[in-house]
């Protein structure tokens, strides 16, 4: 009921799931293209991959409603993409990234797309000022007629007080907490172990299906490892265990690929480079 009041058709259309999903897609599309530029993606996987990223090809509800058992869309859309494409493009699709990679990168391509109206809008507002500027008289008199609230005198200006004041605070307040918190912050790595060691290697499902996907593709793996994961929970085991246990598993993994798959010490991606540029810029504070 109130869309239209708040919003603008062109708005509302470049907002609406679909368009959320297309985008979504293009990000698909444009990995294996970039992939495939890169010599890590055969060009006619990428090719077959871009040749299915229309929006039209996907139930978007069925993909929303399945969303909220993940709590992110991606992960049944990379699986209906992958069920359109041939045995030899299956295997690279999604490869490297993130649901926050396509999520976030989708997000941008939306907003690109609902700023263009905007920016035209605001634009040809510009331009009827300066038309009506060129009139002195007639800029005078539209002056004289605006209501004396329109010069933030009577309410419109008071009320940003209140809000500006909290607002404050709370930034001041958020500041001063994260202060005390990181001051009295001690790191104890053997409980942090012995907290890791609580989900039985669980944690570790996503890196465990990594090293599954060239050879089982990333559906099988998944579905695999979700369900090695399933019996580790009913069994009281580990997933370590239940992979090294699994002869379809050890068909592709040998034992230390197992081990090293499921070691959490060892799975800290880039954490090691964020935290080496983190020191380095308040280093350089710290001298200006």
């Known amino acids: 009921m109130f869309v239209p009041m708040f919003s603008t058709p062109a708005a509302t259309e470049r907002t609406s799931g679909s368009a959320w999903l297309q985008a979504m897609l293009d990000f698909e599309a444009a990995l294996a293209a970039a992939e495939a530029k890169a010599g890590l993606v055969p ?12 929006v039209e090809l996907f139930d978007v509800a ?101 809000p500006l004041t909290e607002l404050l605070r709370l930034v001041a307040a958020a500041a001063a907490r994260t202060r005390q918190l990181l001051a009295g912050l001690r790191v104890h790595p053997e409980k942090m172990t012995a907290n890791l060691d609580l989900t039985r290697g669980l944690v570790m499902a996503e890196s465990a299906v990594g090293p599954l996907l060239g050879a089982l593709g990333r559906t099988e793996a998944q579905d695999l490892v979700s369900r090695l994961c399933r019996r580790a929970v009913q069994e ?19 034992e ?11 799975y800290l991606g880039a954490a090691p480079a964020f935290v080496d540029r983190a020191l380095a810029a308040h280093a350089e504070l710290e001298n200006r």
């Open 43 to 54: 060009a006619a996987a990428a090719e077959e991959i871009a040749r299915h990223c229309r």
């Open 62 to 162: 069925s993909i929303a409603d399945r969303a909220t058992s993940a709590a992110t869309p991606v992960i049944a859309l990379v699986r209906d993409l992958s069920a359109l494409l041939d045995t030899d493009a299956r295997l690279h699709v999604h490869c490297g990234a993130t649901s926050q990679d396509v999520i976030d990168t989708a997000a941008m391509l939306v907003a690109r797309d609902v700023l263009g109206p905007v920016i035209a809008d605001l634009r040809a507002a510009a331009d009827e000022c300066a038309r009506l500027a060129e009139d002195p008289g007639l800029v005078a008199t539209l002056l004289s007629a605006m209501p004396q609230e329109y010069e933030r005198a009577a309410g419109a200006w008071q009320s940003e007080w209140e």
């Open 236 to 254: 009281g085991t580990t997933l370590r265990s239940e992979l090294l246990a699994d002869p379809q598993v050890r068909a592709v993994l040998s």
């Open 256 to 266: 230390a690929e197992v081990v090293a798959a499921t070691e959490s010490a060892d």
